[in-house]
């Protein structure tokens, strides 16, 4: 994929002829075509099988004409091949068998890797590399939310179990961080190695902590993740939800890209984060389901803070809502078209408006 793709370039704070435009979740039961394809095959059989992975990632660009792919899996796939038992339940989510709570728990927990452990996902990126016409970014599950998953067992409200181990026991609970980072880099690092041009790290549930313990907990072991893949210079999204006062140190974890939620305009969102870096988001999914006007009026403001400094990539907050009715296709066509026209137009007027010299 060259570097001139406009995703590309919005990454690296690059001028761009209009604002790129993904949504986290663009591949889903919002799709007839989807929910055709799950009747017969459950999320970890298309995960596993390059051909339904490719056809499912690459949907969402042929149909919705965004400006990047996301491969199509799950956070969790790491964990079998790491010696834990988890099933992904229907309106549930991930459920662990074996959760992991103590010290000989963590030391039983297999180094990852890639190659190996999970081939049927990097035979997905390469294909997908010959096959897309814009980049493919991987993905990987941030160290807390997989923890997370980990010690609860299962999703949680409140990850008493989780900030538990992290309070009582800091030993285990940075050894635990440090093996899930050095996983997701590994993961990461073998992704690109395969034609994956750019990368997320979901910390979906790292917004549940306070910033003094993101600090104490949590940003050393993104430091190594990152730290790990600067080397592979592609560029490096951090995301998490209802991470609003988390933002300054997501700044300081090494990434290149913060995605923020729907709860901090953009603007407010670089002051926090307080250094020049690219910022994707940050469409409220639920908006998705309102009244065009409503949707064409919030993504239009969300543009036009995005567009009061380079590096922007408008998303969603958070990915596309599983609801009954779903999302219409045609209202992800028409906000993909109203974002590419209207920052077009905007960064052409600001063209005409500097004084040629």
Not at 25 to 37: T, V
Not at 156 to 166: A, G, I, N, P, W
Not at 221 to 242: C, D, H, N, T
């Given at each position: ?20 435009v ?19 095959h ?32 799950d ?35 297999r ?22 016409p ?17 010690v609860?067992?299962?999703p949680s ?8 181990l ?96 729907w ?82 137009e ?12």
């Amino acid at each position: 994929m060259p570097d001139s793709a406009r995703f590309l370039r919005a990454c690296r704070r690059e001028p761009v002829d209009q604002v790129p435009v993904w949504y986290m979740r663009q591949a889903g039961r919002y799709q007839p075509e989807y929910r055709k394809l799950r009747e017969q095959h459950s999320l970890l059989e298309i995960c596993r099988n390059p051909r339904l992975c490719a056809e499912v990632t690459r949907l969402p660009v042929e149909q919705i004409g965004v400006d990047a792919a996301i491969l199509f899996s799950d956070i969790t796939i790491v964990f079998e091949p790491m010696g834990i038992r988890c099933d992904i339940r229907e309106h549930v989510g991930p459920v662990i068998d074996n959760p992991v709570r103590t010290r000989a728990d963590v030391e039983r927990l297999r180094p990852l890797e890639p190659a190996k452990d999970l081939p049927y996902v990097l035979e997905s990126v390469a294909l997908l590399r010959s096959q897309l016409p814009v980049p493919l970014i991987g993905f990987a599950g941030g160290p807390f939310t997989l923890a997370s998953y980990l010690v609860e067992g299962g999703p949680s409200r409140d990850y008493v179990r989780t900030k538990q181990l992290m309070y009582s026991d800091p030993v285990t609970w940075h050894r635990l961080m440090d093996l899930l980072a050095d996983a997701a880099a590994r993961f990461l690092a073998a992704q690109v190695q395969a034609g994956a041009a750019a990368v997320q790290v979901f910390d979906s549930w790292v917004g549940s902590l306070a910033p003094a313990d993101f600090r104490q907990a949590v940003l050393p072991a993104m430091q190594r993740l990152f730290g790990e893949l600067q080397k592979l210079s592609v560029p490096l999204i951090y995301f998490g939800v209802a991470t609003g006062e988390l933002l300054a140190l997501m700044g300081e974890s090494g990434a290149t890209v913060i995605g923020v939620d729907w709860r901090v305009p953009i603007r407010t969102a670089r002051a926090r984060i307080g250094r020049p870096m690219a910022i994707q988001g940050n469409l409220d999914p639920a908006l998705l389901f309102a009244p065009w006007p409503e949707i064409e009026k919030r993504a239009r403001a969300i543009l036009d803070e995005g567009l009061e400094e380079p590096g922007f990539i408008f998303n969603l907050g958070h990915g596309v809502i599983h609801h009954q009715p779903p999302v219409a296709v045609s209202t992800l066509q028409r906000l993909t078209r109203f974002v590419h026209d209207y920052s077009r137009e905007q960064l052409q007027s600001a063209a005409k408006e500097v004084p040629s010299r």
